[in-house]
Every structure is written in structure tokens, then in C-alpha cells.
């Protein structure tokens, strides 16, 4: 993202739980930009953000944990992330903390940023008391000339933090004075200055895009969504062309919504990989996979195209995916199903439709959304579900002409009018689209409270045999004129 933006990328690296996201937080200026939980072992995979509201620009990465990952199955793929971050960036800030002081992983962490050669700010967080900033001078025991003590979750610290960032990315003749004012005017008592709980997480989205130039055209926002290690991130990573994403055969390795940026022909698209989504009633409250699901469907409501992925190697889809696609259907988003895995399934000619059938008969309510079959791991067909994507957000944006509207709603009242109401029949006076993301028409009747889901199903289908409208939801509302207009237009 930085190369593209010309902009210095800094990295907040540390052990676990030392507070690198909510010092992440508190410098982008979102309370949770990162999800922070009081554990070890919340953040894994990389978390960036152009931070623009100081006086100097700059990408910032949170990360992993360089050591103590609680999971030792995922130690090494957390750990090869965040040196990868390090690489990338042109300063490091070392966090410690500050609370508890010297820890015996500290020295590894600083022998591995002495190893890289990238310059570094070593801060010692937690210091919201006096006695916090002297158990910090322990930290001195590691050779260090200059540790900086700071309280991310109070926001303390935070300025004499961006001078020694300043120092080191911003030329000589550029001033502070635009990043005093914005901290000076910081209301103590505002949400972004509340204390939350430490936490040591991040994810994010890096701008992985082909060295191709942006187009005018509208970025494309993706939700990539469904239970589990359904692989979600290995999709990503192959969308991506690089292991950008954490993977394991462990349920629930990615713990946030990560953005990651692409650019393919001309087209952007703005990719969130997101936590994989069980039964409510199996996730605990205050829970770091509660604060996920939140996350996930945030993401989901922000999105454009809810992309939702099953594993064909389970079988028919359960329940749970029912939830999941009933999600982004509610929400109007535009859909694709994906069935990643079909590399394991043992092919016949009559294979992909009798899967294709079976996904049908459980999402009956999302028989709009196209289904393509990939392999993830291989590649098989993963571009080209981006090529979908594109076509079904392209339809969530047609607006269809008010006399087309009309002239399709006609037809369809007159080929098959609805019941007669107490022996009066139920006409149409007129329709029109009134929305688009997800297609939208109001059709105004007589007596709107009589048309029942069938017909409202009939009228749908009927729209699609003109405008088929793939991968989006069309949706009709029956109103009944109002007795102003009535007055308006017996005036005119």
C-alpha cells in the first residue's frame, strides 16, 4: 500500500499482549480499528491503515506476536507475517510493557530487530502510573539508549511518540505544530479517548494489486464469508497471488476482518477476509470469536458482494450456511456462492449440477446467487470468480426506465391478473424502480394488502425474464397511492 501511495510505513511489533492494537487504535483513531482483547495470541495475521491525521502521513502495520503465540502449530506462520512487516517498513516501533517490565521474550524481540537493521522506536506501554514508568527502567537492561513511556489506552505519550516518529520519517523542516493542535484538541472525555482493555491483535489489508493504474471505476468491496476452514484465506491468498493470509486446518485461525486491496483488468476491489461464522449459541460472550462474528458482520454490511464459500467435501450445505447466505440475503447484497475444495471431489459428468441442485434446494430464498466451483489450493477457477463478481455488481447498479417499469408490471397484470378483493378486481396504477443494490420496485395498487408472496414471486420471476438481474435479490414493494397525490393529479 505505502509504494503506491509514496508514503513511510511504520510497524508496531512485540511480544504477546503487550498492547500493540491499542496502540494501533490510538493512533489511527478508531477505538476498534483492531480487535483488542486482554489474551495472548489475538492478533496473527497483518493489520495496515493510512494514518492521515497528523502532520505526516504513513502506512501503519499491527501485527503478531514476533514470540509468544500461545498456539505453537501457528508460531511460525504468525511470527514469518510479522518479520515480513518489518521488512516492508521503514520503522519499527518496539513495544514492551511497561506495567510488569522485563520479560525474558523482550530480548528476543530485540535481537531480531537488531538482525533486520530496520530503525526503531522502543516504547514501554502501560505506564498509566508513576510507579508503571519506573518498573519500565528495567527495560534499560537490554542495551537500549532510549525508551519511550506511554499509556496507548489513556492516549499519554502518544505526542512525544510522534516527535521521535517525525525525527526519523519527516524531513527536518517539517513542524509538529499541526499534531499538537489535533492531540491538544482531544476531549478527554470523548469515546476515542476511553480506556478499553489491552490486547496485543491486528489484521489487516495491504494493497496487493498488480502493478496495473487504477481505473475511474468503482472499487468493488468483497466479504468473504461462510463457517469455519472453509478456506476463506487460502481463496484470498490465491486471489492475491501471495501467502498474505494466516492458514491452518484449525477452525477459526483468522480472528478479524482483514481488507486487502487488488487491482485485476482495470477493476479494484477491496477484498475483506473475514472470521468464519458457527451457531450463535456455541460462541461464549466477551469471547475473542464474539468480538469476530461482530467484526464479520460488520464487514458483510459494508460490503457490495457478500462472496460465501462452502467446502464441498462436507457435503450438502447444513443449516449454518443456510444462516450465513440469509445473512447477506436480508441485507440486500448483491451474491455468489463459491464451493472451494472441489479439487477432493471425485468427478462425474453429472457431479457439479447434482451439487448445484442440492445448494438450490437449501438456499431456495437465494436462488439468484451463481455458483462457481473452485480449488483454493490449486487455483482452479479463482480469477475467474472475480470475473462473476464483477458482472453481478455491475446488475446491482442497473436502474431500468420508469416506462419500462411500467410497461413490464402491465404485462404482467394483464397475462395473469391477481384474486378479485370482496369482487372488485386489484389493479395496477402504475410502477417504477426506486432504488438500486439490491433492485428495488414500488408497484402501486388499489388494494396492496391482498397481493400475497405468490404473486409478489410471480412478478419477480417476471422481471427477470427481462432483466435477470444475476446475483442480486429483486425486490418489490406494494403501496397504495395516497389520497394527495389522488388530490394532485385530479387538480392537474
Not at 155 to 165: E, F, N, S, T, Y
Not at 457 to 485: A, E, W
Request: glycine share 6%; aromatic share 6%.
Amino acid at each position: 500500500m505505502s509504494e503506491r501511495l509514496n508514503l513511510p510505513t511504520v510497524c508496531i511489533v512485540g511480544r504477546t499482549n503487550v498492547g500493540k492494537s491499542t496502540l494501533f487504535n490510538a493512533l489511527v483513531g478508531r477505538r476498534q480499528a483492531a480487535v483488542v482483547k486482554d489474551q495472548p495470541g489475538v492478533t496473527r495475521d497483518r493489520y495496515y491503515e493510512v494514518v492521515t491525521r497528523f502532520d505526516f502521513p504513513f502506512t501503519l502495520i499491527d501485527t503478531g506476536a514476533l514470540v509468544g503465540e500461545e498456539d505453537i502449530t501457528l508460531h511460525e506462520s504468525v511470527r514469518a507475517q510479522s518479520e515480513l512487516a518489518i521488512k516492508q517498513s521503514d520503522l519499527c516501533i518496539v513495544v514492551f510493557d511497561g506495567l510488569h517490565g522485563l520479560h525474558p521474550l523482550d530480548s528476543e524481540v530485540v535481537d531480531l530487530i537488531r538482525q533486520i537493521g530496520k530503525p526503531a522506536i522502543y516504547v514501554a506501554n502501560k505506564c498509566e502510573k508513576p510507579s508503571s514508568a519506573i518498573t519500565a527502567t528495567e527495560l534499560y537492561g537490554l542495551g537500549l539508549e532510549e525508551i519511550i513511556p506511554l499509556s496507548a489506552a489513556h492516549r499519554r505519550g502518544i505526542r512525544d511518540l510522534l516527535a521521535k516518529m517525525s525525527e526519523v520519517l519527516a524531513p527536518a523542516e517539517l513542524s509538529l505544530a499541526n499534531t499538537h493542535e489535533e492531540l491538544d484538541g482531544i476531549d478527554p472525555t470523548s469515546g476515542d479517548n476511553e480506556t478499553y482493555e489491552e490486547s496485543e491483535d491486528g489484521e489487516g489489508g495491504e494493497l496487493a494489486a498488480t502493478p496495473e493504474e487504477t481505473s475511474d471505476v468503482s472499487t468493488i468491496n468483497l466479504a468473504i464469508i461462510g463457517k469455519p476452514n472453509v478456506g476463506k484465506s487460502t481463496f484470498v491468498n490465491t486471489l492475491l497471488g501471495e501467502e498474505r493470509m494466516i492458514t491452518s486446518p484449525i477452525a477459526g485461525t483468522t480472528r478479524d476482518s482483514i481488507r486487502n486491496d487488488l487491482t485485476r483488468n482495470g477493476r479494484r476491489f477491496e477484498i475483506v477476509d473475514t472470521a468464519g461464522l458457527r451457531k450463535k449459541a456455541g460462541v461464549k460472550d466477551n469471547s475473542v470469536e464474539r468480538f469476530s462474528n461482530i467484526r464479520t458482520l460488520r464487514s458483510l454490511a459494508q460490503s457490495d458482494v457478500a462472496v460465501f464459500l462452502l467446502d464441498a467435501s462436507e457435503g450438502v450445505p447444513t443449516e449454518q450456511d443456510a444462516r450465513i447466505v440469509g445473512l447477506a440475503h436480508e441485507k440486500g447484497k448483491s451474491l455468489v456462492i463459491i464451493v472451494n475444495k472441489w479439487d477432493l471431489i471425485e468427478k462425474n459428468p453429472r457431479i457439479a449440477e447434482a451439487y448445484r441442485m442440492a445448494i438450490r434446494s437449501v438456499f431456495k430464498f437465494a436462488a439468484y446467487a451463481p455458483v462457481v466451483f473452485v480449488s483454493a489450493r490449486t487455483g482452479q477457477r479463482c480469477l475467474s470468480a472475480l470475473d462473476t463478481v464483477v458482472e453481478i455488481f455491475e446488475a446491482s447498479k442497473r436502474r431500468l426506465s420508469t416506462a419500462e417499469v411500467n410497461k413490464i408490471f402491465s404485462d404482467a397484470f394483464n397475462s395473469k391478473p391477481p384474486p378479485v378483493y370482496r369482487g372488485v378486481p386489484i389493479k395496477l396504477l402504475y410502477a417504477t424502480q426506486v432504488t438500486t443494490k439490491p433492485p428495488t420496485f414500488a408497484v402501486f395498487v388499489n388494494h396492496p394488502e391482498r397481493l400475497r408472496f405468490n404473486y409478489e414471486r410471480y412478478l419477480k420471476n417476471t422481471v427477470r425474464k427481462f432483466h435477470p438481474f444475476p446475483g442480486n435479490d429483486v425486490r418489490i414493494l406494494f403501496r397504495r397511492r395516497s389520497g394527495i397525490n389522488n388530490e394532485r393529479r385530479r387538480a392537474a
